[in-house]
């Protein structure tokens, strides 16, 4: 077989068990993928060694008759999942050097399940940006162009290594963690699918945490039953995150029946948005009608409390992200600053931090410290709490009345020009995510499935949201809208 880096999951499994290829081979394929890859960035700790002895093993287990559901199945993982003996720096420089001495929960079920890591993925700085643009590694680049302009575009982020990985076909699939849409804005930025599943689905122990109560693991793939095989790898209860919900995780591929007969999808009137490209208007009312055609229901529903998300989620995630990277202190992990003679305890703490941390992660200690702090809690932080117990009200309304799923844009635009942002006031990033933090805030399952291209070819992405712990109907119902839009656009290649 050629091409190897270029199947799915679902595809690469079967050619496995049917003995068409070997692990070997598909992980010397992506690894020769990535080694041409290098103007992307998206790959920036490479574990070639850790990949082929994987990839050997599950060759063993195949031949055996004993293969787990990714046995032998090259992805790539995502920095800020804690990797035993390997990089894992969050892409901060306060990290730098640090290789933990235990795996993270997620990439051990993978690695248990018979995944092959190829190595970490780039992202931004402590997964807080949605342009890979604040990663201490620089930034990661998007495969796609503008037609025949050869300006570079972020492959969105915060998990833009991930997205541009998978779109470039240098692993099958990539972990990514999503906190107000991280992994559902690269996904539709680079024409793949991304799930950020219910809060509690995925074990958070082991990956660095940026907003606690907000952030989730997923699975970035090629198509919506790659997806599904995957998520079934990462989740599950962990008595190691108290957060981890102890609830049984079905086979969610077998739910993928692509019938979708009398489901209830809603369209929230408030997702439109003053001044939304025509484009993404169209793309939605075209995914409303596939649905349709499918069978479902359209019906219009109300989410009121949404324009308060985005203010709510940037006091909210901030104020987490304050007190979560108080750890960073120059004692513990990584990297300290270099000291002037007569430093004390609190020299070092400023100097380590001030070095360490870059502007944009800097920008969101602040922040949250100033909306905890005695005189502000009330006003900022407990004022955001009570909207988003309102937001999450929102939706438990409208699924009690019988939605099934709710249809949205997956992103405001396609995929900006690097750098094109990142001078604007930093509120202009932050709108990036307008339809997807209320997700997080509501703690439910949220998929982007590409959907269509803009006038300048850039894929564009549709989000559904499904109702808490049902990640299989929602899968169903993304492969039912998958099979509709007939997304088969990859990029050309130039790197
Ligand atoms: N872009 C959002 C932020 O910067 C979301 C990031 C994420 O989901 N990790 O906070």
Redesign the pocket.
């Known amino acids: 077989m050629s091409d190897l880096n270029k199947l799915g999951l679902a595809e690469a499994r079967d050619a496995l068990r049917k003995g068409e290829t070997t692990s070997v081979e598909l992980t010397e394929a992506c690894l020769k993928a990535i080694d041409a890859a290098d103007a992307l960035n998206a790959f920036v700790h490479k574990t070639p060694e850790i990949a082929l002895e994987r990839a050997k093993a599950a060759d063993e287990r195949i031949k055996a008759g004993d293969a787990p559901a990714m046995c032998g199945l090259p992805i790539g993982i995502k920095d800020l999942f804690c990797t035993k003996g390997v990089p894992s720096q969050a892409a901060s420089r306060i990290l730098e050097g640090f290789k933990p001495e235990y795996e993270s929960t997620v990439s051990q079920q993978l690695a248990d399940a018979g995944a092959v890591m190829l190595g970490k993925l780039n992202m ?1 700085e402590f ?4 342009s890979n643009e604040t990663s201490v590694y620089g930034n990661a680049v998007s495969p796609w162009r503008r037609g025949n302009d050869d300006t570079q575009l972020t492959p969105g ?2 998990s833009g290594g991930s997205a541009a990985a998978v779109a470039a076909d240098l692993c099958l699939a990539a972990t990514g ?6 992994i559902r ?1 690269p996904a539709a930025f680079t024409g793949i699918t991304g799930i950020k599943p219910t809060y509690g689905r995925c074990s958070r122990w082991g990956i660095v945490a ?1 907003a606690s109560s907000l952030d989730q693991a997923g699975p970035m793939t090629k198509n919506v039953r790659d997806a599904a095989i995957m998520l079934e790898a990462m989740c599950g209860h962990d008595p190691k995150d108290s957060t981890s919900a102890d609830i049984p995780v079905p086979n969610f591929e077998a739910m993928l029946t692509g019938d979708i007969k009398g489901k209830k999808i809603g369209i929230p009137k408030e997702y439109r948005m003053d001044g939304m490209p025509a484009e993404i208007e169209k793309l939605w009312a075209d995914g409303a009608e596939m649905l349709r055609d499918a069978g479902a229901e359209i019906v219009d529903i109300s989410l009121p409390h949404t324009k308060y998300a985005l203010p709510a989620y940037y006091v909210i ?1 901030p104020a987490e992200a304050s007190s979560n990277l108080a750890r960073y202190d120059g004692v513990r992990y990584g990297r300290r600053a270099q000291l002037a003679q007569g430093d004390g305890i609190t020299e070092m703490y400023e100097k380590t931090r001030a070095e360490g941390f870059g502007h944009e992660v800097q920008r969101r200690v602040m922040v949250g410290t100033y909306v905890l702090s005695a005189g502000f809690y009330d006003a900022y932080y407990n004022r955001a709490r009570k909207v988003r117990t309102l937001i999450k009200k929102d939706f438990e309304d409208v699924f009690a009345a019988g939605v099934d799923a709710i249809l949205t844009p997956a992103t405001p635009s396609a995929a900006f020009g690097l750098g094109e942002m990142t001078e604007a006031d930093p509120v202009q990033m ?1 709108l ?2 307008v339809f997807t933090v209320t997700v ?1 805030l509501a703690g439910l399952p949220g998929i982007s499935v590409p959907a269509g291209l803009d006038k300048q070819g850039l894929p564009l992405g549709l989000q559904l949201i499904g109702r808490p712990w049902e990640e299989g109907d929602l899968l169903n119902t993304a492969y039912a809208l998958e099979n509709a839009a007939g997304f088969v656009a990859k990029p050309g290649k130039w790197w």
């Open positions: 931004d997964a807080m940006g949605s982020g915060s963690t999503d906190t107000g849409g991280s804005q940026f995630a932050y990036n995510d997080n």
